[in-house]
């Protein structure tokens, strides 16, 4: 499943790629409500969170799409991008089922909304490479797509001090040979893919989100979600409850790959 909704938003992408406008997400879809009051993480004081480093999983391939199957666990990823009210209420609701997430971010959202960088490290999360402008990477000429890892990773390492833990390529599940070797290049050993697509950017409704998840994931999945569509905020408790009926524990990606 591409990490876009549909060929016509898929063009409407292109089209705003091409006249220089920075794309919504991966669903490119700027019609999502304002969502809920940002929770209240401001009130506590900051603790320094150093981000990790990207490492090598020895046993692992390349490209990772999930972790092992005989443990009960599971990785929530997010597409980071959109209304930051929206990307701190997820982060809420999984803060407040002890789970942890895995954000990729995009370096244009980054450059809107540097504090985020913060906020997701602050909450136990985990923080990636998505891309400079979420373009589709696979079909960029070399440079141009070396140029959008770095250009992401760059913004990242001068929040954070770390390139980010992960690295996703955008508007693909799978990453072509040369983008894999072009992130190894600029400091990831290791691709994120995902097992589960959960089509929130599609805005189907939560309760479709809670059952295109609930329906497919099992013990080392990787889901792919979204920031910036309310559905996703809506879909999160019933499906961390719904994780813990089934004992299985949200944790980041490396936690998932780590025995
Ligand atoms: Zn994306």
Known sequence: MLCYPDRRSALRAG????????????GTDARTPP???????????APVRAAAAPRRFPGQPVEI???PRDRPRVALTFHGNGDPSIARAVLAEAERAGARVTVLAIGSWLDAHPDMARRILDGGHELGNHTQRHLAINDMPEAEAYAEI????QRLKRLTGSIGTWFRPSQTQYATPLVKELARRAGYPHVLSYDVDSLDFTSPGA?????????TIHGGSVVSLHFGYADTVDAMPPLLEELARRKLRAVTTTELLTS
């Open 15 to 26: 089209a705003a790629a091409a006249a220089g406008v920075l794309t919504a997400a991966c």
């Open 35 to 45: 969502g809920p009051p940002a929770e209240a993480a401001s009130a506590k004081p």
């Open 65 to 67: 799409a999930h972790g």
């Open 150 to 153: 770095t250009g992401c990773a």
């Open 207 to 215: 309760a479709a989100v809670i059952r295109t998840v609930t329906g």
